[in-house]
């Protein structure tokens, strides 16, 4: 018996002095890293920005003084102001913008524009104060957007007398931004304008004469997000 304890020790040692080496050759557990998700992009916050353009426009005389159809075109030049906020894919925004204007265009026509050079409708700023809901596509946010616009209209007549009018009407339109670079984004797009009608009184054109303006409007822009 005292024979079989001295056996049954030894074995227990002879194990527990190999254990290390045994635990040694086993397989280690494979480590891998976490995988890395970049954060979701966020069109949330205020923006600056510059945008330039192109405006190409009908104004329309019509009074029994006289007639003439111009054709107003001209750029574009100005500052923008705005607010997204994302919800899932969806983002809504306001945004207001006023550029300064170099758009006009004479034509001769009938009565009061008969006489060369004619009658010329002129617009030396031009602003909107719009909506917008866009669909982001992570960087890409394509949208639509509509608003009120406003623009001043001089009308001048063949004789050299002029009235000036502050016209407000409506606008909409479409468009799309990227961002890259951080808080910077760049934008394309088009907007229709409905200015109303603009009015050349009787005292510049002997009877009050109306000015119908439409207007579109391509520019593109470039914005700082907070």
Known sequence: MKRFFQLAAAAGLAL??????FAADLPRPAYKAPVYVAPLFSWTGFYVGINGGYAWADADWNGTSGSASTKPKGGLLGGTIGFNYQTGAWVWGLEGDFDAAWIKDTATGTGICAAAPGCETKSDWFGTARGRIGYAWDRWLPYITGGVAFANAKLTT???????????????????EYAFMGN????????????????CGSGTCTT???????????????????
């Open 158 to 176: 063949a004789a050299g007398a002029s009235d000036s009018n502050t016209q407000i009407g409506w606008t909409a339109g479409l468009g799309v």
């Open 184 to 199: 910077w984004s760049a934008k394309l797009e088009y907007l229709y304008a409905d200015l109303g009608k603009a009015t």
């Open 16 to 21: 527990t002095m190999a254990s290390p080496s």
């Open 208 to 226: 009050d004469t109306d000015v119908d303006i439409k207007a579109n409007i391509v520019r593109v822009g470039l914005n700082y997000r907070f």
